[in-house]
């Protein structure tokens, strides 16, 4: 795992004094400067797709939950192709159940998404012991958690995937987690500086962490991916419900039979 030289300024100082008005901007333009002067900014061109999506079925804001997404190539070209074109490039990707951990399947969905020649960056919101940054070998903190409590810069959190264009920042100390009440303008402030930079925004958290931020986040998203075990994806149940509050739509994907055995095999 790579990570940037410093910038010579920071995208957030502990002591933020940029006016509300400008803080997106300020903190966009802080941000695009450091990454403009590392080695790993790659092209931000997508490669052009002449293939429809179809009528791929999703659980729209309604609450109707229909088949789940099997195939990680079908569930990007939904991303891609299939979403409205004002959407939010913001992906949410959580469990499904409070019980399901998603953190292999983030990681999966972030890689494919920067191997198509994109810009992308990957964001632990993770509040519990799980977290990205176990499966990726990589700190966790700094991360996210001092990002939002002004206790660190984008310079300091941000790493590189070490086979992808993939940049991620991991979940951040799990004191300071814990201790950070959502803020939705610092949040607004931070994803409008990511969504300035990056062409893509993944976001992982796990089930009570999503639910927890689902205020903040509700007309943010282009999409909240619900990562299911296997053979439950037409199952409505509350956490259906739950998911409808983000007022998007709610893709289903269901883990292969292989990686949820992996992952038991792991702990």
């Not at 987690?177 to 990056?198: E, F, H, M, N, W």
Request: with cysteine; glycine share 6%.
């Amino acid at each position: 795992m790579k990570s940037f030289d410093p910038p010579e300024r920071e995208a957030f100082s502990a002591n933020d004094k940029t006016r509300p008005e400008h803080a997106a901007n300020g903190a966009a333009n802080d941000l695009r400067s450091y990454l403009q002067r590392s080695a790993a900014l790659r092209s931000r061109a997508f490669a052009a797709t002449s293939r429809g999506s179809g009528a791929h079925p999703v659980m729209l804001a309604d609450g109707t939950l229909r088949p789940p997404f099997k195939s990680l190539n079908a569930l990007l070209d939904y991303l891609r192709t299939g979403l409205s074109g004002e959407a939010p490039p913001v992906v949410l990707i959580m469990p499904g159940r409070p019980e399901i951990d998603a953190t292999r399947d983030a990681i999966r969905i972030a890689r494919a998404q920067a191997a198509k020649c994109s810009l992308g960056v990957l964001v632990d919101l993770a509040r519990n012991v799980t977290a990205l940054s176990d499966q990726l070998g990589i700190p966790r903190a700094p991360g996210f958690a001092e990002v939002a409590s002004r206790r660190a810069g984008f310079e300091a959190v941000v790493r590189v995937d070490t086979d992808t264009p993939l940049q991620i920042i991991p979940a951040g100390e799990r004191s300071v987690t814990l201790k950070t009440k959502p803020d939705p303008q610092r949040l607004a402030r931070i994803l409008g500086a990511l969504v300035q930079v990056y062409d893509t925004v993944v976001l992982h958290a796990d089930h009570a962490t999503a639910l927890l931020y689902q205020p903040h986040l509700a007309g943010r998203l282009g999409a909240v991916i619900a990562v299911r075990a296997p053979g439950e994806g037409k199952t409505v149940d509350r956490s259906s419900a739950e998911l409808a509050a983000f007022g998007c739509p709610v893709l289903s994907f269901e883990q292969s039979i292989e990686r949820r055995w992996f992952a038991r095999r792991s702990v």
